[in-house]
């Protein structure tokens, strides 16, 4: 091969912006995932061993070795998935360091041996304790749209819980997949025990094919689906944090200048391609025209642009199979009725995957825009004649990832917030709440299942273990052989004493259910 020729074995990484290929990243060879499982969990035996203060101490030193590199990594976040630097530092530089500092702080308490009390009389001498050990090695596939932020948040909790990690980055991100292994390196954490493999689907596969003991997947409903098959025949555990349709309900008494501010942003952040975006608004009438006319006003002065130009506020999308997408949905939305008030244009001029940002009304379910996950950068909205309908229209959706409600009425809200089918609701903010390290992230029905983030999501990384001291270790328990009819007569009061309810009738089987206990058990 001539010393210049590209080697077939990479991945090109591309700036969306341009369709520039920025550079050549070195694939993983799918026989190659095995191997690094194989190494992973031989270095996780020696992690587990680390005492978990150390364990969070290392954690510092990552979130100080990502503060260090954060130009170099905001750059890769920008030049491969094309969002403005203001968003890679808000959205994924913040949750990394976020994630890390956080985790430092309090997973020890988090996992922290418990002691369990029992409310039964037969487990009464008994003590109880929960543990909580790692699993062994976790495998991580991720999308592209937040490179950092998604696998690290999810890298960050599962090591410090005393897991290897073998994490298989998007495709369409290869230079932030092989940063996120050279800031594990730098932090000093073992050799193999945070490894990166780089590749397409085969290379996902192979990851679950190796056996990790469990798998965090996210991405879309259809691969989901695949990853769920493919786990389940090996009986591997899954998380699946997969699409949202989220819904935001903007009822007549919110602050209409903020509430338009956030669907706006809420809809074209990421360029819409968020799995918390706001993809189906829910507007009531009496202020429905207004509303819609704030959002088109400022949806306007929206400058679109590469994500590299500080004054850009949407950058593109991801590759041009999206932009046509993009022009599929409103082209449907439009043939069933619905009016575009400002966008729906591809901006050629600017480069391959612009769209413009586009608000659309008069939206309903009969329409793609509102049944299939939009990921791009348009705001669609339905009128309604009542909070009533908008809380039906919102779970009227397969999927339930989050949501939510506008108003000034914080109990209003909040009483609202509890009937929409949806893992989080925000009340007068919208997708944010992504970046609390203490909120669970995750969802139900086609958004998939299982946490990520959060205490929940701490739990998901480690196996709980009870363990059980009797206290009475010189004596046989009730329950053992030999059996008869005496037994069986004791063991009946030993239920009634138990579960009548009154004093009396406890009183009155209280000493042949103690028989049970002080028997001779004949062997
Ligand atoms: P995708 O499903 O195309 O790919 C996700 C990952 O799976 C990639 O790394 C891909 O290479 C890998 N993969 C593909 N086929 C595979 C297979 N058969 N076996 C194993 N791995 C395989 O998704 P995407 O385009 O990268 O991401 C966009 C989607 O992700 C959207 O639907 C979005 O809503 C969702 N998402 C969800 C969340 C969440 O937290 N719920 C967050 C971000 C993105």
Known sequence: MAA???????????????????????????????????????????????????RCERLRKL?????????????????ESGKPRVEAIFADLFVALDSA??????????????????HSIAAKAKSGRLIYEPLGVIGIISSWNYPLAIPLSQIIPAVVAGNAVVCKSSDFTPQCGALIEKVFDE????????????????????????????????????????????????????????????????????????????????SYTNCGQVCLSVERLFVEQAIAEEFAELCVEKTKKLRVGPGSDPSTDVGPLIRPQHVQRMLDLVEDAVARGARVFCGGNTRPDLGPNFFEPTVITGVDSSMRLFQEETFGPILAMQTVKSSEEAVQRANDSPFALAASVWTKDVKKGQAIAQRLRAGAVMIND????????????????????GRTH??????????????????????????????????????????RFEFSRGAGAKLRNASSALKTFFRDHGL
């Open 4 to 54: 210049t020729a590209i080697p077939i074995d990479t991945l090109p990484s591309v700036n969306p912006a341009t369709g520039q290929v920025l550079a050549q990243i070195e694939k993983t060879p799918p026989e190659m995932v095995a191997r690094s499982v194989t190494l992973a969990l031989a270095a996780q035996r020696e992690w587990a061993k680390v005492s978990i203060r150390e």
């Open 63 to 79: 979130c100080d070795v990502i503060m260090v590199s954060r130009n170099e990594l905001a750059d890769a976040v920008v030049n």
């Open 101 to 118: 500092e956080y985790w430092s702080k309090h997973a020890a308490d988090l996992l922290r041996t418990e002691r369990v009390s029992h």
């Open 187 to 266: 932090a000093t954490f073992p050799q193999d025990l945070v490894t990166v493999a780089q590749g397409s689907a085969e290379v996902g596969q192979a990851l679950i094919e190796a056996g990790p003991d469990k798998v965090l997947f996210t991405g879309s409903v259809a691969t989901g689906r695949k990853v769920a098959e493919a786990c389940a025949k090996k009986l591997i555990p899954t998380v699946l944090e997969l699409g949202g349709k989220d819904a935001m309900i903007v009822l007549a008494d919110a602050d209409l200048q903020v509430a338009s501010s956030a669907a706006v942003w809420g």
């Open 430 to 449: 919208a997708i944010s709440y992504f970046g609390i390290a203490e909120a669970p992230h995750g969802g139900c029905g086609a958004s998939g299942w």
């Open 454 to 495: 959060g205490r929940a999501g701490l739990l998901e990384m480690v196996q709980t273990k009870y363990i059980d001291t009797d206290q009475l270790p010189r004596s046989e328990k009730p329950w053992w052989y030999r059996y008869g009819s005496e037994l069986e007569r004791a063991a009946d009061s030993f239920l």
